[in-house]
């Protein structure tokens, strides 16, 4: 007996999510790119199979730390089969260096998301400790940085530090690693759910390109923003062309599209250690 068909439940900025049954949902990354929150009508080919292939490299390699919802990767490289969960209601960002919105909180405030730190910070420096610094879920517009007593109004207070352990082990078990490819970690952010066993369980993506800061580890000087194999090389190209950040965004030139294609499949590369034409051949190589 053949399958009941996919159903279309929802979109994303990147990805489009299709129940497949009660139990299961299919996940399929596009080649979309947003910036500002603002989904850019140029596409970057390969992009979505980027982020499937690396999500599921970290996945097969973190379920020591925390199990997750991945089943199985499609063969064409962008769909992942995975478990329906209920989400919690926060982003679970880590924060190992000193950027972004961060860097914005701790210029105004001394802080970020609660957390006192010393003073004198350079832009991008090296964190004492990384931070757990959560985030709103925003249904339009940007996410919000908030600290504890405000993410424990909108979830079980056991259950986020529950959440806070597990980010900062997964985000310290995952920079080892990438430091030790040539790749700093700066950010990155998680997604949890609950499962029907009642267990926190990694979701979405993990520590790729899209949900995290790569930095190259040669070149990483405090003191201003960094060279990134991420979308901040489409931010920067924006950010000089007067646009007002609201939609429609703007078209990209074919030489940022291949720069942004580049950026990312090198970064599938040094982290995974695996071509990523191996990978394109044969999806289940990330997770032997």
């Known amino acids: 007996m053949s399958e009941a068909p996919a159903i279309h439940v929802g979109s994303g900025k990147v990805r489009e999510l299709f129940a497949l049954d009660d139990e299961r949902l299919l996940l399929v990354a596009s080649d979309r790119i947003?910036?500002?929150?603002?989904?850019?009508p140029t596409e970057i080919p390969d992009k979505g199979r980027v982020l499937t292939g690396l999500s599921g490299f970290w996945f097969a390699r973190t379920r020591a730390i925390c199990p997750n919802h991945l089943l199985s990767l499609?063969?064409?490289?962008?769909?992942?089969?995975?478990?329906?969960?209920?989400?919690?209601?926060?982003?679970?960002?880590?924060?190992?260096?000193?950027?972004?919105?961060?860097?914005k909180?701790?210029?105004?405030?001394?802080?970020?998301?609660?957390?006192?730190?010393?003073?004198?910070?350079?832009?991008?420096?090296k964190l004492p400790e990384p931070l757990f610094t959560p985030a709103t879920?925003?249904?339009?517009?940007?996410?919000?940085?908030?600290?504890?007593?405000?993410?424990?109004?909108?979830?079980?207070?056991?259950?986020?530090?529950?959440?806070?352990?597990?980010?900062?082990?997964?985000?310290?078990?995952?920079?080892?690693?990438?430091?030790?490819?040539?790749?700093?970690?700066?950010?990155?952010?998680?997604?949890?759910?609950?499962?029907?066993?009642?267990?926190?369980?990694?979701?979405d993506e993990a520590l790729t390109p899209d949900s995290s800061r790569f930095w190259p580890a040669d070149d990483y000087a405090a003191g201003g923003t960094q060279p990134s194999y991420d979308k901040q090389f489409v931010r920067d190209y924006c950010e000089t062309l007067g646009w007002d950040k609201a939609a429609p965004g703007p078209e990209l030139p074919d030489d940022v599209v291949a720069g942004t294609r580049a950026r990312y499949v090198e970064a599938f590369e040094r982290i995974s250690g695996i071509r990523f034409d191996d990978?394109?051949?044969?999806?289940?190589v990330v997770l032997r």
Do not use: Q
């Open 34 to 40: 947003s910036t500002f929150d603002v989904v850019l």
């Open 74 to 103: 499609r063969s064409d490289g962008r769909s992942t089969e995975c478990r329906r969960l209920e989400m919690l209601p926060i982003e679970c960002v880590v924060r190992g260096y000193l950027s972004g919105s961060g860097w």
């Open 105 to 125: 909180d701790y210029t105004a405030t001394g802080s970020v998301c609660g957390h006192a730190l010393p003073a004198g910070l350079a832009e991008s420096a």
């Open 137 to 203: 879920k925003a249904a339009t517009g940007h996410d919000e940085n908030i600290d504890r007593a405000r993410a424990v109004e909108l979830m079980d207070a056991d259950r986020f530090d529950e959440a806070e352990r597990l980010s900062l082990e997964l985000y310290r078990f995952a920079s080892e690693h990438a430091r030790a490819r040539g790749i700093i970690i700066a950010d990155t952010k998680f997604e949890f759910g609950i499962d029907g066993e009642g267990r926190l369980v990694l979701g």
């Open 279 to 284: 990978y394109l051949a044969d999806p289940d």
